[in-house]
């Protein structure tokens, strides 16, 4: 049944991978700014930075460049790198507010990308047939 309305709406794998790939793009930008934090090129030294904002700073730039990987080649792994990594910074900026600030934007960034790739995974048809309506056509 999921597979059938996937196929009435012919549009939506495209719009999905599409969507994949714009978060794509943002996660390697914001994965780049991560590393050159860590290298000294962007804001204060990393050395100087408390110790969880250092593990934090770390686990960002390496999970989203993998991330974004993924995202771009709409694997399920490269979407379960960016929910572990979104899901992290949500959990950063609400439970840990006193220890990483409360930024607002962020969380609402990741709550709205987060409830669009639902609205368009449903749209799209079941996690099962994902994979397979995600494969690029043949050359």
Known sequence: MPLQ???TAPLAPT?????LRSLAFFYFVNGLMHWARIIGVLGPGFETM?????????YFALLQVVAAVGLWCGAAWGVAAWLFSAVA?????IGFADLFGSAWLI???HSMTILVYVGLAWWTGTPENTGEILRMPEE
């Open 5 to 7: 309305f996937a196929k």
């Open 15 to 19: 719009v999905l991978l599409w969507y």
């Open 50 to 58: 408390p110790v969880h904002v250092q593990v934090a700073t770390i």
């Open 89 to 93: 910074e949500l959990v950063m900026h």
């Open 107 to 109: 969380v609402a960034f």
